[in-house]
């Protein structure tokens, strides 16, 4: 884990995710509790906030090949969520699709994270 330079517009985003971080992680693991294939889909979805919270942190943890593929992971669970679920909220659309963008942001997009991590060869 290593940390890299401050952006002021990456740290906005880190307490929306601590906030959501801390609401999932309650409502998935603790209040209700899951079966197996619930936990693997929960613990999924909360990999995948940590990695959005490390980007609003601007900290490199494990490889970038591995938040790629946690994402197309993630965004596989995600839709076969929307398949199974008969209702639509635009709220929750809206709160997901930011976890979503920044994890993107943070697997494929940002090279400024990323660039440094290659140039030191850890």
């Not at 952006?7 to 209040?31: A, E, Q």
């Not at 963008?101 to 990323?114: E, G, P, S």
Request: proline share 2%; hydrophobic share 50%; charged share 15%.
């Amino acid at each position: 884990m290593q940390l890299t330079k401050w952006k002021s517009f990456r740290l906005l985003w880190t307490p929306w995710f601590i906030l959501h971080l801390y609401i999932y992680v309650n409502l998935s693991f603790f209040t209700e509790l899951p079966d197996a294939i619930q936990f693997i889909r929960s613990f999924i979805t909360t990999t995948l906030l940590t990695g959005c919270l490390f980007y609003s942190l601007g900290i490199r943890c494990f490889t970038r090949f591995f938040w790629q593929v946690l994402f197309i992971i993630a965004s596989i669970d995600e839709l076969l969520g929307w398949y199974e679920s008969s209702e639509f909220d635009l709220f929750n659309f809206g709160v997901i699709t930011t976890f979503y963008i920044v994890a993107a942001l943070y697997a494929f997009q940002n090279k400024k994270i990323w660039g440094e991590h290659h140039k030191n060869g850890t």
